[in-house]
């Protein structure tokens, strides 16, 4: 199976919004302006004062990038609503409740710091489609000038102060009201990200007895050595601390990864089949089945055939997921990494309301969460990168055959999935079977020859 991260076509906008180093390229401040110019241009829709709010992550270059394109959308005529550092589906959600006509998160997710990057959700709260995208590309190559309202007819910016709490009141709506977290003790780590002050709030007026890492930002450490791609801190503490539960987010908090009470990791797809579960005994699960990425483990989709459920796989990226969710109204869908969303409660991954429905089930199985939170067996896989500097590798017809005397070998009891990276010159090659000496093999008879033809 082969897939690339992103169509060709866009040479600004990725897999999630436009993403690279803060101050170089379409993050520096002209091309931001120019961006926003060009997203006023596209949303500026009928007579009515229209509005965009911004939410951001904690990087330093927040400070940059948040007034350039504030800039550019006020000369397009839109009103700015800053809502200050808040998770990405604080900002989908206040983008909808708001009744904004766009919302935009600033933030690399769990990139490192020196990294960033603008994410746009239309007035449904959505990510943009691929077609929008390109919309706003295109305007972008008019330049500055064009797009400028009249100066009677430019936008406001304003702050509002209460960003934080409305998020925290809605997050806690997602449980029942009769549910408290009374005597649970839960390390979480923020990734020193958009979730610091939020995040802690929800679990601490929930009742649980809260130990947080990663909650300190400087502008520098987001994601440094803690947050949802580096757990081993967490892990180490969960059991230092006795603790039943540990939460890791990510820079913007849209995804999450538990670790249990033995300080183990419950990834994106035992989190996936673990709510599934829940919500199907209900009869809340909607759709008949589970939309998941191609980088979902076997094991899961074998899992939910036990259920009668469907795994629906769809290339990467959650907007890919959400999109196939909405065309089939299923309610549930997420990847590995622990991008879970959950459409009863919101538009886009929430790492923190995920984290609170895994508490939910845990509770009332009155059991702990090495037990609730294990339901499959994963399949071996391996997955590795192969940097390359020049052409199309996958192109070449030695990598094909490899590719297709990998895929003959596998047959029916495994799969292939080398896709092309949307961000870097890299291109992915993951194998998984139930077999892991063959899983190993034709992974590295894969990356040789691709090795070989770079």
């Known amino acids: 199976m082969r897939g690339d991260d992103q169509p060709f076509e866009r040479k600004i906008f990725g897999t999630d919004g436009v993403r690279g180093m803060a101050n170089t390229g379409a993050l520096s401040p002209d ?31 927040g400070y940059m990038i948040e007034p350039a394109l504030t800039a550019g959308l006020i000369a397009a005529g839109m009103d700015v609503i800053l809502l200050g550092p808040l998770p990405t589906p604080a900002t989908a959600l206040l983008t909808r409740s708001m009744r904004a006509d766009l919302g935009v998160m600033i933030s690399a997710s769990h990139n490192p710091y020196h990294d960033n990057g603008i994410k746009f959700f239309g007035p449904d709260g959505f990510k943009l489609s691929d077609q929008t995208e390109l919309q706003i590309e295109k305007l972008m190559e008019d ?59 929800v679990l601490y007026e929930l009742g649980a007895e809260v130990k947080t890492i990663g909650a300190e930002p400087d502008g520098f450490n987001i994601n440094r050595n803690v947050g949802s791609t580096a757990p081993r801190k967490l892990q180490d503490m969960v059991l230092e601390y006795r603790a039943d539960i540990g939460i890791a987010l990510d820079g913007d908090a849209d995804r999450v990864i538990i670790v249990d009470e033995r ?19 209900e009869g ?42 909405r065309a089939r109204d299923i309610n549930v869908g997420g ?69 297709a005397d990998a895929e003959a070998a596998l047959g029916d009891k495994g799969r292939t999935v080398i896709r092309k990276s949307g961000t870097e010159p890299v291109i992915r090659v993951m194998a998984e079977s139930e077999d892991e000496a063959l899983v190993k093999r034709v992974v590295g008879d894969i990356c040789a020859a691709i090795e070989a033809a770079v």
Do not use: W
């Open 263 to 281: 300080g183990r990791i419950v990834d994106g797809d035992q989190i996936l089949a673990t709510i599934t579960h829940s919500l199907h005994a």
């Open 335 to 403: 990847e590995p990494s622990g991008h879970v969303v959950l459409s009863d409660y919101a538009t886009t991954g929430d790492g923190l309301v995920t984290a609170l429905q895994i508490l939910n089930v845990v509770a009332q199985a009155g059991a702990p969460v090495s037990e609730v939170c294990s339901k499959f067996e994963p399949f071996p896989n391996l997955l590795k990168n192969v940097r390359y500097k020049r052409g199309e590798p996958l192109e070449d017809k030695k990598v094909q055959k490899a590719i």
């Open 31 to 61: 091309q931001l302006m120019r961006l926003g110019i060009a997203a006023g241009r596209v949303f500026r829709r009928g007579q009515h004062r229209h509005r965009v709010v911004i939410g951001k992550d904690t990087r330093l270059s």
């Open 284 to 325: 809340l699960l909607r759709g008949g089945g589970v939309v998941a990425t191609v980088m979902s483990n076997m094991g899961f989709e074998k899992y939910l055939g036990t259920l009668g459920l469907e795994l629906l796989r769809t290339k990467v990226g959650d907007r890919y997921v959400v999109e196939q969710m």
């Open 143 to 201: 330049g500055t000038e064009a797009g400028l309202v009249p100066s009677s007819e430019l936008g406001r910016a304003k702050r509002i102060e209460d960003a934080g709490a409305r998020y925290i009141e809605f997050a806690k709506s997602t449980l029942p009201r009769r549910l408290t977290l009374d005597g649970l003790r839960v390390v979480l780590d923020c990734a020193n990200g958009a979730a610091y002050k939020v995040a802690p709030t």
